[in-house]
């Protein structure tokens, strides 16, 4: 699935930003697939150093914006699992700020965050890879919006490019 195969009943206004951030005719393994050959790069060229760097007092540091996406990751890929199993169970929110606080990222080496992303992201690729056109466009709610299982996979490279642009752009030029 592309972006360009979703509709508006999809997936909130609110995480159009994310979607905006591929190509309208990214498919959906085939970002996954980018997404996880950009990350591992990122990590493998950045020092240990510069995971506890953070560009402005408040903001994240490198590594606490790793184990957020990563965080991320998890919880859109159980949303899209639980939709494509016709469960019909709202699913809540979380809140990344207290996730984030919670992560013990600076506890982390770049080894530990970079496995920690290889295993989920390998996970998402195999969940959605295995997943029929109409499993793809199943429906269900999490946060209290609609999302298809499409929209959610789309959403989880959304957003990695979403932050990708944001440490290329406040952080370091890597």
């Not at 184990?67 to 494509?84: G, K, N, P």
């Given at each position: 699935m592309r972006i360009s195969d979703l509709q508006e009943n999809e997936f909130n206004y609110f995480y159009a930003t994310y979607l905006r951030t591929l190509d309208e005719e990214d498919d959906l393994l085939m970002a996954l697939i980018q997404g996880r050959e950009w990350f591992q790069s990122f990590v493998e060229r950045i020092s240990?150093?510069?995971?506890?760097?953070?560009?402005?007092?408040?903001?994240w540091t490198i590594a606490e914006v790793l184990?957020?996406?990563?965080?991320?990751?998890?919880?859109?890929?159980?949303?899209?699992?639980?939709?494509?199993r016709n469960d019909k169970?709202?699913?809540?929110?979380?809140?990344?700020?207290?996730?984030?606080?919670?992560?013990?990222?600076?506890q982390l080496s770049k080894e530990d965050i970079l496995n920690d992303f290889l295993a989920v992201r390998d996970a998402s690729i195999n969940l959605f890879k295995n997943m029929s056109r109409n499993k793809l466009q199943q429906i269900g709610t999490a946060s209290g919006m609609p999302w298809s299982v499409a929209a959610l996979g789309?959403?989880?490279?959304?957003?990695?490019k979403h932050h990708e642009h944001i440490l290329r752009d406040r952080y370091l030029v890597v």
């Open positions: 240990t150093e510069q995971l506890a760097f953070k560009y402005a007092e408040g903001k184990v957020h996406l990563v965080d991320t990751e998890r919880v859109f890929q159980y949303r899209a699992f639980r939709i494509s169970t709202p699913l809540p929110g979380f809140e990344q700020d207290d996730y984030v606080l919670e992560s013990e990222s600076d789309l959403a989880i490279s959304g957003h990695q």
